[in-house]
């Protein structure tokens, strides 16, 4: 009994014991792998994509940090910039990588750099606070880790920048550009149309911010031009080693006229900074065939034409009642019955409107010749019941087209005056403008509103033609804009009261009229006469 109790004994003794160098083992061990753990390097470095850049030429400038990894923070402290300026690409850091079989990270921060002074430029070292995290000495304690600080720091850069060349253009220092334009060829451009024009310029080693803006190079008298919008980006290259900036902008066209129109060539000039030269990029422009926009102003302008036509009966009507009293006395001073000179009237005027019905209808539908008398008048031909009101209005629109060109401005005006106050649209006001500048100023069909301006503000009375031009290019732009600042009846109202009194203009040469001397001369100069 009392050997089998040393036995248990011993052997429990033998089991601590060998319990206690597992323990020591295990705590070696894990010392072990924590000092290999946390005597890794940690290092930076900063670098440029150019050491001797041209003034205002952008360049990346780089951060770059070697940390195991077990880093949780990386951050950057801002660096003093005197004499350039630094814009951050991206959130921090920008690449995360792992190089090498101990597992070694690299992060890399970058910067657009722009030197704005010429000369030794120094770029001040950048500090960066590392935050990593650190285990404890034992291996049963993996759980618990603490955070570890410290700080590494990149060496000072020093930039030999080179001064802008002697150029009578905008300095622009670029490795590439490329200028693209295409506009929207799903339908066919017409007359008074807006035709939307995109241009694209994308920049090699520069910002999209420090391209020029080519809606200001367009210049054409066939267009209307409107810009509209303008986006600059810019990224890095597939190489990560270049910067590309791009600058997209949209423009509005309305063309002027039909037939074939030129969207002129746009050249910009740029310099070389690898082959230290000057050199240009441009787009060639493009032809565009534009199509009448007849059927658009018909389909847009049904006011107008109904406006104009109310007008023309009205002339029409004192035309003919004046035409009438004319022959009625004539014919009374004849001395002719008047019961006989009444029935003959009728009947030849009866006979007359008959054969101008006849004429209106052969020119509005012609296969309906000899049947529109008899009532079988196609649905197509609108046109009243009564030939004599009909043929009347035709023969009206005709005298007073036949006369436009011999009436007065003032005449013509005060009809516009009329027409513009019962508009509803600006596009009814702009076609009716175009008639008054055919008929009265001489212009040819569809001119442009700005050249309608031009032309009556020579000959306008009073010193308006400002506040003309100015409705003029307002009205312009409210039919292509959603600009609702000014409404379309307070338009309607200003124009009338500067077109008011227009075509009364004195004459230039007009003799003074002459005038007596005054009753009271002066006093004192008889008494020194």
Known sequence: MYRLESFFSFSSRIIHSAFIIFLLLIFVSGHAVAVTKNSEEIRAEAFVSDTDPFLQQ????TVRIYHPANVRELNLSPINAVGFSLERIGE????????GRKGQMISDFRYLMTPLVKGKMEIPAAHIKVVSSKQQDSQWNYYQDKRQTSEV????????????????????????????????????????????LTLVQTAWGGDGDHLPNLASLLKSPDFNIYPDKSETSHRLSPNGKELQGRRIETVTLIPQRSGRIEIPALKVAWWNINQDRQEWSEWPGMSLEIQPGANS??????????????????????????????????????????????RASYHSLSARLRRYWQMLVNRIHPATTGTVLQGSMPSSVQLPRKPGVRAITWLASWIDNRTS???????????????IAR??????????????????????DNAALHKIGEVLAERYPRKKQARLTELLHALDASMYSDDESVTLEDWKRDFCKVLRGAGFRRSQHRVARYTLPALNPDYMSIHKA
Do not use: C
């Open 153 to 196: 720091s990149t060496r000072p850069l020093t930039l030999e920048v080179r001064p802008v060349a002697n150029l009578d253009h905008r300095w622009i220092p670029l490795s590439g550009l490329q200028i693209r334009a295409y506009i929207d060829r799903r339908q066919a451009p017409q007359v008074g149309e807006p035709i939307t």
């Open 423 to 444: 508009y509803t649209e600006p596009r009814a006001i702009e076609h009716d403008l175009q008639i008054y500048a055919r008929q009265a100023l001489g212009l040819p």
């Open 297 to 342: 102003v018909t389909q847009t302008q049904p006011a107008a034409v109904a406006e104009q036509n109310e007008d023309a009966w009205h002339i029409g009507w004192l035309i003919f009642l004046s035409l009438s009293s004319f022959l009625l006395g004539w014919w009374m001073r004849a001395g002719l019955p008047v019961f006989k000179l009444l």
């Open 405 to 419: 060109s011999m009436r007065p401005l003032w005449l013509h005006t005060w009809l516009l005056r009329r027409r």
């Open 58 to 61: 952008t360049v990346l400038y």
């Open 92 to 99: 921090p850091p920008m690449t995360t990588r792992r190089v």
